[in-house]
């Protein structure tokens, strides 16, 4: 994909999505909010793809939750404009690590961010090794 080689980063997850008249402010560009659910459908995409359900996981007690996002913005989208969200996972310790880019299908960088996920079983935080098995395949290393 022309996208990976001119930014020489690749991806475990890839998704193309559009941009939705409802999502603009009154500058007509994306409201910064709309990237981080850009973002999160990204990776419950991703889970669903890899064999991970939310709501199957919740109904066995384990759930991912967002500890911490750092996200920079380069470039707006603007109103019907196609877009690709973009990730990598690592894992640190008890911690999921979701690399998030998302370019323009042009290929011009939007934002950049980087998102910490804890994982809570039973009511507490767990190391996820359940996940871990499942996301081994797409783990950076």
């Given at each position: 994909?022309?996208l990976i080689k001119e930014n020489q980063k690749k991806y475990c997850y890839l998704l193309e999505m559009e941009v939705r008249d409802y999502?603009?402010?009154?500058?007509?560009?994306?409201?910064?909010?709309?990237?981080?659910?850009?973002?999160?459908?990204?990776?419950?995409?991703?889970?669903?793809?890899?064999g991970l359900s939310f709501i199957e996981m919740h109904e066995q007690g384990i759930d991912a939750v967002v500890r911490k996002i750092e996200?920079?913005?380069?470039?707006?989208?603007?109103?019907?404009?196609?877009?690709?969200?973009?990730?990598?996972?690592?894992?640190?310790?008890?911690?999921?690590?979701?690399?998030?880019?998302?370019?323009?299908?042009?290929?011009?960088?939007?934002?950049?961010?980087?998102?910490?996920?804890?994982?809570?079983?039973?009511?507490?935080?767990?190391?996820?090794?359940?996940?871990?098995?499942?996301?081994?395949?797409?783990?950076?290393?």
């Open positions: 994909m022309k999502e603009l402010d009154c500058e007509q560009i994306v409201n910064n909010a709309n990237y981080l659910h850009y973002m999160e459908h990204t990776r419950h995409k991703f889970c669903l793809e890899a996200i920079e913005y380069h470039t707006p989208l603007r109103g019907c404009q196609s877009f690709v969200s973009a990730l990598n996972v690592e894992r640190k310790g008890a911690r999921y690590i979701f690399h998030q880019d998302i370019f323009r299908q042009d290929g011009v960088l939007v934002t950049t961010a980087v998102v910490t996920v804890a994982i809570i079983k039973d009511g507490r935080v767990s190391r996820g090794d359940e996940i871990a098995s499942i996301f081994a395949p797409y783990l950076s290393r």
